[in-house]
């Protein structure tokens, strides 16, 4: 009946076995969490509901009981560029963006969504954000935004898609309206924006010019020290690993040695 996909099958399964998976593999710096608990908090926050209104405050009490620090210098803002994100961060260990703390890990890449007087999950369809705003993803995704933003400190990193289609920074978005209003200024030494162009992608945004300007002019404009830097280039080096022959990956110390003859024995 709604427009977008069902709920990802074995969602519970999914879910608390990723809670485990984050807790004694990826970051048992967190501590102790009680998995199945994560899970009925999450669920309870729209089940039995109008799938049309589930608000980010449903999921307060999963959030209380998922949440953990943000290591300071560690946050990680991006729009338009998830893979490369997931790569860039690997998995925490280099930076955490919102995926890489426990409260966006159990839920990243999944569909849910409830029904009215059912406590089932609809694995048929559910409402997308044009359908209603107010929708179980889109609402858990503003809560866990918030409570990032809120919790990010030290220097920010923003990490932007140079050839995205409408401009590397979205006006509206979750970064835009969730995010940055959501910052804490006491506690942010500095704003680095990175401008990624796809490799062999169209140069549509730069540091400077179109959105990624307007983006700058925000942030100084709240008192934000902020650097921004085109094709920062160790992310443009992970773009590298699918284009290694590409004008742009070739490194210009080593391509020399690398293109020399062989010496000939006659
Ligand atoms: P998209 O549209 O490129 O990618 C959406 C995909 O990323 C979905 O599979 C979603 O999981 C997953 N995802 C991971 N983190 C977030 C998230 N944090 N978020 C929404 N979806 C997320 O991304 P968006 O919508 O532009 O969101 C980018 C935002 O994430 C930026 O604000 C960035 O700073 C933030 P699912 O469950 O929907 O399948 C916040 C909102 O971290």
């Not at 709604?2 to 990802?8: D, L, R, S, Y």
């Not at 998995?35 to 405050?57: G, M």
């Not at 307007?214 to 650097?227: F, N, P, S, W």
């Amino acid at each position: 009946k709604w427009k977008g996909e069902g709920t990802t099958q074995n969602l519970e399964s999914i879910f608390i076995g990723r809670c485990y998976d984050y807790i004694r593999i990826v970051n048992p710096a967190v501590g102790e969490k009680n998995c199945s608990e994560l899970w009925e908090a999450f669920r309870n926050a729209f089940i039995n509901k109008d799938p049309c209104n589930i608000l980010p405050k449903d999921y307060d009490l999963f959030i209380k009981l998922a949440f953990h620090t943000i290591p300071a210098n560690k946050s990680l803002f991006w729009e338009n560029n998830q893979l490369l994100v997931k790569s860039f961060t690997s998995g925490a260990r280099r930076y955490m963006s919102l995926s890489d703390a426990l409260f966006g890990f159990v839920a990243d890449f999944l569909i849910w969504c409830g029904q009215a007087n059912s406590t089932g999950l609809d694995y048929e369809s559910c409402p997308t954000m044009e359908e209603c705003e107010n929708n179980a993803v889109d609402s858990f995704w503003r809560m866990a935004s918030i409570t990032y933003a809120q919790h990010s400190s030290g220097v920010i990193h923003v990490l932007l898609n140079g050839s995205a289609e409408g401009g590397a920074y979205p006006v509206k978005g979750f970064f835009a309206d969730y995010e940055i209003p959501n910052l804490q200024k006491d506690k942010i030494s500095k704003i680095v924006i990175w401008v990624v162009d796809d490799i062999q992608g169209p140069d549509r945004d730069s540091c400077g010019k179109n959105t990624v300007k307007i983006l700058e002019d925000r942030l100084k404009a709240l008192g934000y020290d902020v650097t921004c830097t085109d094709n920062y280039k160790p992310v443009l080096f992970l773009l590298c690993v699918d284009y290694p022959d590409d004008s742009n990956c070739i490194l210009s110390s080593s391509a020399l040695p690398a293109q020399r003859r062989p010496i000939s024995s006659d």
